[in-house]
């Protein structure tokens, strides 16, 4: 198989924070404002054109990710003007979630509740607190009884039910309601029960209303790739071990629950799913690499975060958290070796192609090795992320002086089909963030707490403890 060969568009002097800060400056070259707050186009480039449909609010592409992107900025710069760039956005999603028809986590209310209540947090505005709150109580009523259990779909993944679990964890720990995590525990214990944790096969997906698909989920040969605008259109057969819409993430899900409650219902769901992944994954002595999906797509193996490595790793870090097997960590580092071993970022495969954003380009891979470096504290890790990093400022654009995007193929069946966004799953604000991340690890012991998703299970801040000299630190 041939490899397509690249180097970065140019050279850049920028450092992880400029290059966030750029990224900040093309993004609020973006805002809308009304009365409702703020909230940002997703291309503000004359004729610019998004890889999505639009989605004004989302953490995915909208406000929802952007608002976390600024209050990172924010603590990272110590300027005002990102914390008022936040609090606007904020405005905008406490007067709009009750207009979200989605309940989902990255598409949907339950980003909006993670926004909001960081917001809260970090703004001391308790008025996005109660806004978080009411949205949250929303999710809860939409609960029905399905067979096992309460829920809101029947798709367990963390596209679906997964990640509605999640966010109300998360909302139960930010906002002090331990409501939110009776119901996710109720939940995640129907999901529990399943054969094997995971997502339902292809056509039969069961998405709630308004629920969308990320970007490479719908991206198979002899497919129409319609991204997120739709379904994946998997072979009715096809089961995907991976992360954001597979069993990975489910899995990971699990392991989070057993943390949370000790019960060993959710540890054995976890090792059932992920056993499963571990038997389709492709080993090479200390490499892996897992397939987009199976039995069809043995031999597309992708490298970020939703179908790929750095989103199956995840898992086996959260269950190494949780139940201290060393040969849980032992796989999340195999994934990482197989990433390294690619020879991406500088070499193209199947699974790498012309991306750059945190959900299925490098991005998601910077992130990946910026969280093992604080959960290992081994250099290796954090001299790749920062190789990334460079690669990643390097393919950035500022043709008009307006700061740094990133046009990338999205879709990967579609490589001419090549735009730019905002947005933090798919644009400028999650590359932001995750170089945000990056610096705050090269702070050393003045590292400051990141903003980590409700799926990310590495450190928040962002470097190991036996070089904060914390007591039991390896």
Not at 79 to 104: C, F, I, K, M, P
Not at 328 to 333: F, G, H, I, P, S
Not at 410 to 428: H, I, N, W
Request: glycine fraction near 14%.
């Amino acid at each position: 198989m041939s490899l397509d060969r690249t180097r970065s568009s140019s050279e850049r002097a920028e450092t992880p924070l400029t290059a966030a800060i750029m990224a900040g400056r093309w993004i609020r070259s973006a805002a809308v404002d009304d009365e409702r707050g703020r909230h940002w186009r997703a291309n503000p480039d004359p004729r610019g054109r998004s890889a999505l449909a639009a989605e004004p609010a989302s953490l995915y592409a909208g406000a929802a990710g952007i608002v976390l992107f600024f209050l990172e900025l924010a603590a990272a710069t110590g300027h005002e003007a990102y914390l008022d760039e936040a609090r606007a956005g904020a405005r905008y999603l406490s007067g709009t979630w009750a207009n979200q028809t989605s309940l989902s986590l990255y598409h949907g209310l339950s980003g909006t509740v993670v926004a909001l209540a960081e917001a809260g947090w970090v703004l001391g505005d308790g008025g996005f607190e109660e806004a978080a709150v009411a949205a949250a109580d929303r999710i809860v009523r939409s609960a029905r009884p399905l067979d096992g259990g309460p829920g809101w779909s029947r798709d367990p993944a963390q596209s679906g039910d997964g990640g509605v679990v999640l966010g109300l964890l998360h909302a139960s720990s930010m906002l002090g309601m331990p409501a939110y995590q009776d119901l996710a525990v109720e939940a995640g214990a129907r999901i529990a029960r399943l054969a094997v944790p995971g997502h339902l096969f292809g056509h039969s997906t069961g998405l709630p209303d308004g629920q969308t698909w990320p970007g490479d989920c719908s991206d198979l040969p002899g497919k129409p790739g319609d991204a997120a605008g739709g379904r994946a259109d998997l072979p009715v057969d096809a089961v995907t071990p991976g992360f954001l819409s597979g069993t990975a993430g489910t899995a990971f899900l699990l392991a989070r629950l057993y943390g949370v409650t000790g019960d060993p219902l959710f540890l054995n769901a976890a090792r059932r799913g992920a056993g499963f992944v571990q038997m389709v994954s492709v080993v090479a002595g200390r490499c892996a690499a897992v397939p987009h999906h199976v039995p069809q797509g043995r031999g597309l193996h992708y490298l970020g975060f939703c179908s790929g490595s750095a989103g199956v790793a995840r898992l086996f870090y959260e269950l190494y958290r949780v139940s201290g097997e060393a040969d849980d960590l032992a796989w999340c580092e195999r994934l990482a070796h197989g990433i390294v071993e690619s020879g991406v970022p500088h070499r193209r495969t199947p699974g790498f192609w012309n991306v750059s954003c945190q959900c299925c380009g490098t991005a998601g891979l910077v992130e990946l090795f910026v969280g093992l470096w604080a959960a290992t504290g081994r250099k290796s890790y954090l001299d790749f992320a920062s190789v990334l990093a460079e690669h990643l400022i390097g393919r950035a654009a500022d043709h008009d002086g307006r700061g740094l995007r990133w046009y990338q193929a999205y879709r990967r069946l579609r490589p001419g089909e090549v735009s730019a966004d905002t947005g933090y799953m798919v644009g400028a604000a999650g590359i932001g963030a995750a170089l945000l991340h990056l610096d705050a690890a090269l702070q050393g012991d003045q590292a400051r707490r990141v903003i980590l998703l409700p799926d990310n299970p590495f450190p928040s801040i962002p470097v190991p403890a036996h070089r904060l000299g914390r007591p039991g630190a390896q």
